[in-house]
């Protein structure tokens, strides 16, 4: 909750940094070594390049809008067995997956904790929609948000890490 005792006693401490006498402040990019780099470009990604990039080094997540339906059918004991069976080997195999991104991101991309923006894709069709790119750690959602305008001539990437 917003009161005047909490902004005058938050304005005097970010104030106290700016004194002459007062300790020198460490920015976060020196204090965690973290930085960031912007990128920007007019001709859009390739559909097919873009799609291998992000299956080699991330967890590419698609953003459902509607639910599914219960069809109404019920298993038996053993076919939600082997079911569950199935999904822990699935699991298994994607922990290992994911770790192999992983490395293979940080060999080439170094600790890339969030990179977000806006971007089209090539094509006749696909390059009339501009795409939402948001990645935090290993996950990456990339989905439409609608079409192209003429204040879409960039695609805008901020990567940080």
Do not use: C
Request: charged residues 35%; glycine residues 8%.
């Amino acid at each position: 909750n917003f009161s005047e005792d909490f902004a005058s006693n938050a304005s005097t401490q970010w104030m106290a940094d700016l004194e002459e006498n007062a300790a020198k402040h460490v920015p976060e990019t020196e204090e965690f070594g973290v930085s960031g780099f912007y990128w920007s470009a007019k001709q859009p990604f390739h559909p097919k390049r873009l799609y291998d990039w992000f299956l080699t080094y991330f967890a590419l997540k698609q953003i459902v809008f509607a639910n599914e339906e219960d069809d109404g059918d019920e298993d038996d004991g053993d076919a939600a067995v082997e079911e569950q069976e199935e999904e822990e080997e699935d699991d298994a195999e994607d922990e290992i997956g994911q770790l192999k991104k992983r490395r293979a991101r940080l060999e080439k991309y170094g600790n890339l904790f969030r990179s977000k923006g806006f971007v089209y894709i090539g094509g006749e069709e696909r390059s009339k929609h501009v795409a939402s790119w948001q990645q935090a750690g290993r996950i990456l959602y990339f989905e439409p948000v609608g079409p192209r305008d003429s204040s879409h001539i960039t695609q805008k990437l901020t990567f940080v890490g």
